[in-house]
T-cell receptor, first 115, second 114 residues
């Protein structure tokens, strides 16, 4: 069965520091992978997605993620954190046991940014 | 371009009641998915509608049902509410049902069951 594991339920960084949010997936075939961000009392917004093109994917707001098949990882990074990056981040994989666009989400990582 | 909208934003029900949540998909999108997000958890897939037909369902009981209308808006119905149904219910639309498609999420409906 497919699954997504996000290591670290809470990550704290200083403004200007590197952001690294970890995501490992389990899938029997090359997956489609997504990172979403959720601000308080809002829905989810797509940051970036991997659909088997380039392994380094650039997204919005300066975020990027690298697909590493050998490590079954899709970690999210940003070189310099901004206060506005404080939010909940979810990694997700396309559910191959379902038709259509169903996603399996990780439990999320809360990013805190201090000044 | 109008994004995905959901109504109501908040709802309080008592155990055993029934509830209907509504979702308007983004213009041009024919696929709608519903997710349940319990507090402190990631969203869980409930079901998906593609061109008015259910074409995928997660591990939720039959008391969770839905509809998609010709304009691709959608409803989620939950019968015989239980306390554990308290959650944020998210609707997402996409241009088609392909696995690589981006899902665009609405702000959600927060349901509290007492």
């Amino acid at each position: 069965a497919q699954s997504v594991t996000q290591l670290g339920s809470h990550v704290s960084v200083s403004e200007g520091a590197l952001v690294l949010l970890r995501c490992n997936y389990s899938s029997s075939v090359p997956p489609y992978l997504f990172w979403y961000v959720q601000y308080p009392n809002q829905g989810l917004q797509l940051l970036l997605k991997y659909t088997s093109a380039a392994t380094l994917v650039k997204g919005i707001n300066g975020f990027e993620a690298e697909f590493k098949k050998s490590e079954t990882s899709f970690h999210l990074t940003k070189p310099s954190a901004h206060m506005s990056d404080a939010a909940e981040y979810f990694c997700a994989v396309s559910d191959l046991n379902q038709a259509g666009t169903a996603l399996i989400f990780g439990k999320g990582t809360t990013l805190s940014v201090s000044s | 371009e109008t994004g995905v909208t959901q109504s109501p934003t908040h709802l309080i029900k008592t155990r055993g009641q029934q509830v209907t949540l509504r979702c308007s998909s983004q213009s041009g999108h024919n696929t709608v998915s519903w997710y349940q997000q319990a507090l402190g958890q990631g969203p869980q897939f409930i079901f998906q509608y593609y061109r008015e037909e259910e074409n995928g369902r997660g591990n939720f009981p039959p008391r969770f049902s839905g509809l998609q209308f010709p304009n691709y808006s959608s409803e989620l119905n939950v019968n015989a509410l239980e306390l554990d149904d308290s959650a944020l219910y998210l609707c997402a639309s996409s241009p088609s049902e392909g696995r690589q498609e981006t899902q665009y999420f609405g702000p959600g409906t927060r349901l509290l069951v007492l």
